[in-house]
């Protein structure tokens, strides 16, 4: 059964510009998740989709950041525009009965 | 808000056992987890306790929880260079799935 898959794995863009992350959750699973950890700090969480839906995006950090999940399948995460502080690790992460969440690899996004 | 504390370190010597901590604010939290990253990869769910319980084994993994103190603690027995990562702590609160994370504790395990 494939994990869950985030693309790309690294990215490099200038400030201003726009970046958008994908994430391709677990087949079947509802819940899907994002996450960002920022260089020494916690793993922070962003937000939340049910199916197509978001459920919860209290943790998005200003207007700058848009996730999407057409169809309810994957989602992708727009950073637009860019600033030097949206850099770190961005982790995406599905579940099917919200008890157990399984994480991709993560995107390290470094804004230059 | 909710909190969660790790110590950020711990050197261990190969074959000895290995004990990470964390701590929580949260009285509410439903299920603590330990997720474990090692070097250029993601996040993988180690083991998972729920708050009526005080201990979970999972082979070399021992889990004790006192939710009096908000202690949780990760045992691993017979450490391997292979288990040197991060591990993170993680709670979740009653009726809500997103997850709390501590800073996480890197594991060096030396030969």
């Known amino acids: 059964e494939a994990g869950v898959t985030q693309f790309p794995s690294h990215s490099v863009i200038e400030k201003g510009q726009t970046v958008t992350l994908r994430c391709d959750p677990i087949?079947?699973?509802?819940?899907l998740y994002w996450y960002r950890r920022v260089m020494g700090k916690e793993i922070k969480f962003l937000l939340h989709?049910?199916?197509?839906?978001?459920?919860?995006e209290s943790g998005m950090p200003n207007n700058r950041f848009l996730a999407e999940r057409t169809g309810g399948t994957y989602s992708t995460l727009k950073v637009q525009p860019a600033e030097l502080e949206d850099s770190g690790v961005y982790f995406c992460a599905s579940s099917q009965n919200r008890v157990k969440a399984f994480f991709g690899q993560g995107t390290r996004l470094t804004v230059v | 808000g909710e909190d969660v504390e790790q110590s950020l370190f711990l050197s261990v010597r190969e074959g000895d056992s290995s004990v990470i901590n964390c701590t929580y604010t949260?009285?509410?939290?439903?299920?603590l987890y330990w997720y474990k990253q090692e070097p250029g990869a993601g996040l993988q769910l180690l083991t998972y306790i729920f708050s009526n319980m005080d201990m979970k084994q999972d082979q070399r993994l021992t889990v004790l929880l006192n939710k009096k103190d908000k202690h949780l603690s990760l045992r691993i027995a017979d450490t391997q260079t292979g288990d040197s990562a991060i591990f993170f702590c993680?709670?979740?609160?009653?009726?809500?799935?997103?997850?709390?994370f501590g800073k996480g504790t890197m594991l060096l395990v030396s030969p």
């Open positions: 949260d009285s509410s939290s439903t299920y």
């Open positions: 087949s079947g699973h509802d819940n």
């Open positions: 993680a709670e979740s609160d009653t009726g809500y799935s997103t997850l709390t």
């Open positions: 989709f049910v199916k197509e839906s978001k459920q919860d």
